[in-house]
C-alpha cells in the first residue's frame, strides 16, 4: 500500500493513543476511511477459533474479576477514564477518519466515554439490592446483585467507541470481562480504546485479571460465534433491526441474556406554541448532524398547519446553506456518508417519495475529494403523508416534513412506525407537553421536550421500544442487566414457617 496522508495520520494518531497493531496486513481487513473513500489500514482477521480462545480466557478472567471488591472494580475504571481524558484528541480523531465526524463530534463521543466511566465509577459503591418484608416471622429477605458473567459487545460504525463503553464501563464495575466485536468498518478506533485500557490496566496492578478486555477484528463469523457461545453471559448488540432480527433469536435460543440497540425512525412535532428559533437549531442538528448516521437521527418532523409557513421555508434555508465537507479539514457541520450503499439508499429512498408526491429539496451528491468519497446535500423532504421510505429507516440525512392540524392524530402517526427510539415535542403549551411525555403519548424510549432527538446525554437509559429491541444501556438502573439478582431469605427463628400459610407437620 503507498503511504497517503491520510494513512500517514493514521499510523501516527494510533501510535499516539499506543496502540501498536498491524496496519498493513496483505489480505486482512481493508479499513476505508469515508472521508476520501481510501484504504488507510488493513488488519489482521480474528478467525473463529480465535473467538472461541478469547472467550474461554474470558471466562477465566470471570472466576477472578467477580470476587474483587465493587468499588475495587471501579478503581479501574476510574484510571481508565483518566487515561481517556489524556487521549481524547487522538481518539476523536480516530473516530473522525473512519466515521467521518466532525472533530467536535468525534471528541463528543470520547468524552461520552469519560463521562459513562465516572458514572460508573460512583456507581461501583451503589450496587444496591432490596431488603423486602417477609410474611413469616424472625426471616429477613434481600436482594444481591452478583456478576453475571462474560459480556460480549457488538457496535455499529456510527459510534464506533460510545456504545462499547457504555457497556464495558458498566460490565467491568458490575464483575464481568468484555470482549469487544466492533464494526467492521471502524476497527482502528476499538484497537485504540484497548491500547488506552490496557494503560489503564498497567497501572491498576495484579488484581486485573488477563482477558478481562479483548477486542476481536473481523466480519460475521467472529459476530455468530460470540452470539451463539453459552459461554457468553450477555451479548450487547448496537445495529440495524436487521441485524437485531438475527441475533435477538439466536441468543434467546440457548436462554442468553441481550441488550439489543437497534433502528429507530424519530420524528419531532413543531406546535404552534414553539420557539421556533430554538426548534429551527434543534431540527438542524438533529436531523442533519453526524450526517444523519445516529440511530437517533431526527427523521420525520410533523409541523402543525399555523406554523408550517413559518419554520419550513426556514428549515430549507438551512438546508440549502449547511457546509458539508471533509471533517479533518475543514469546520464542516456536516461530513461524509459511509460508504456508497449509503449514498445508494438515500438516492432509492427520495426517489421512492418522488413517486409518492414528496418535494424533494436537496438530497444531491456533493463532490468533495476523491470519487470513492460519497458527500451529500442533507435533504428535506415535503411529504403530503406519512407513506413508502418514511416508515423506515433510511440511515442518511433525509427529513421528512408532514402538516398536521390535531395533535392526538399526529401523536397517532408518530407512533404508527417501526422504530421506538427517541422523539421530540417544540412547544411551550404545559398540556401539549404533558400529553406527549403521557400514556397516549410517544411510544419511546426517549422522550424530549424542546431538544432535538438526538445527543443523549449518559445519565439517562438509553434505548427504545419495538423495533429499536427494547434494551437499556448507559445510565439510570441499566447496570441491572450486567448482573443476576439472587433472592436471598434467611430464618433466623426457631421455627419453620411456611409461606403462604401452608402445613407440612411431619
Ligand atoms: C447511536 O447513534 O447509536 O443520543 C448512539 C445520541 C448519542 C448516542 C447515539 N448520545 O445521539
Not at 367 to 393: H, L, N
Request: with cysteine; glycine share 10%.
Amino acid at each position: 500500500m503507498p503511504t497517503t496522508p491520510l494513512k500517514t495520520m493514521v499510523s501516527e494518531t494510533m501510535k499516539n493513543c499506543g496502540a501498536a497493531a498491524k496496519l498493513d496486513d496483505e489480505g486482512g481487513l481493508a479499513v476505508i476511511s469515508p472521508v476520501t473513500g481510501e484504504t488507510v489500514a488493513q488488519l489482521p482477521e480474528h478467525s473463529v477459533a480465535e473467538t472461541h480462545a478469547a472467550i474461554a480466557r474470558a471466562n477465566e478472567a470471570f472466576r477472578k474479576w467477580r470476587l474483587i471488591p465493587a468499588p475495587r472494580r471501579g478503581e479501574l475504571v476510574r484510571l481508565f477514564a483518566e487515561e481517556l481524558r489524556k487521549s481524547k484528541e487522538n481518539l476523536g480523531r480516530i473516530v473522525s477518519i473512519e466515521a467521518g465526524k466532525s472533530p467536535s463530534e468525534g471528541q463528543g463521543e470520547v468524552q461520552e466515554m469519560i463521562d459513562i466511566c465516572d458514572f460508573a465509577v460512583g456507581l461501583s459503591r451503589q450496587l444496591y439490592g432490596l431488603t423486602i418484608a417477609t410474611e413469616r416471622p424472625g426471616h429477613r429477605m434481600m436482594e444481591t446483585w452478583h456478576p453475571l458473567g462474560v459480556v460480549g459487545i457488538i457496535t455499529a460504525f456510527n459510534f464506533p467507541c460510545a456504545p462499547w463503553c457504555w457497556n464495558a464501563a458498566l460490565a467491568l464495575v458490575c464483575g464481568d470481562p468484555v470482549i469487544w466485536k466492533p464494526s467492521e468498518k471502524t476497527p482502528l478506533t476499538a484497537l485504540a480504546c484497548q491500547a488506552v485500557f490496557e494503560r489503564a490496566l498497567a497501572r491498576f496492578g495484579d488484581d486485573a485479571p488477563d482477558g478481562l478486555s479483548q477486542v476481536l477484528v473481523g466480519g460475521p463469523s467472529v459476530g455468530e460465534a460470540l452470539v451463539e457461545s453459552e459461554k457468553v453471559a450477555l451479548i450487547s448488540a448496537t445495529g440495524s433491526t436487521r441485524m437485531g432480527r438475527i441475533v435477538g433469536p439466536k441468543v434467546a435460543a440457548r436462554f442468553g441474556k441481550c441488550i439489543l440497540e437497534l433502528g429507530g425512525n424519530n420524528a419531532g412535532i413543531v406546535c404552534p406554541s414553539a420557539d421556533m428559533d430554538m426548534a429551527l437549531r434543534a431540527i438542524a442538528f438533529g436531523a442533519m448532524g453526524t450526517a444523519g448516521q445516529r440511530c437517533t437521527t431526527m427523521r420525520r418532523l410533523f409541523v402543525h398547519e399555523s406554523v408550517y409557513d413559518q419554520i419550513v421555508p426556514a428549515l430549507k434555508k438551512a438546508y440549502a446553506s449547511v457546509s458539508v465537507g471533509n471533517p479533518l479539514e475543514t469546520q464542516a457541520l456536516v461530513g461524509p456518508l459511509i460508504d456508497k450503499t449509503a449514498y445508494d439508499s438515500m438516492v432509492t429512498a427520495l426517489a421512492e417519495a418522488a413517486d409518492l408526491g414528496g418535494v424533494v429539496h436537496g438530497g444531491e451528491r456533493e463532490q468533495i475529494g476523491p470519487d470513492s468519497a460519497y458527500y451529500v446535500r442533507p435533504a428535506i423532504v415535503e411529504m403530503p403523508a406519512q407513506t413508502g421510505p418514511v416508515t423506515r429507516e433510511t440511515f442518511a440525512p433525509i427529513l421528512y416534513v408532514m402538516k398536521y392540524s390535531d395533535l392526538d392524530d399526529a401523536l397517532e402517526q408518530h407512533n404508527d412506525v417501526g422504530g421506538g427510539l427517541s422523539s421530540a415535542i417544540f412547544t411551550t403549551d404545559l398540556r401539549e407537553m404533558e400529553i406527549f411525555l403521557s400514556a397516549k403519548g410517544s411510544d419511546c424510549g426517549i422522550t424530549n421536550v424542546n431538544i432535538g432527538t438526538s445527543g443523549a446525554e449518559i445519565g439517562g437509559a438509553f434505548g427504545g421500544e419495538k423495533e429499536t429491541g427494547g434494551g437499556r444501556e448507559s445510565g439510570s438502573d441499566a447496570w441491572r442487566a450486567y448482573m443476576r439478582r439472587a433472592t436471598n431469605t434467611i430464618n433466623y427463628s426457631t421455627e419453620l414457617p411456611l409461606a403462604q400459610g401452608v402445613t407440612f407437620d411431619i
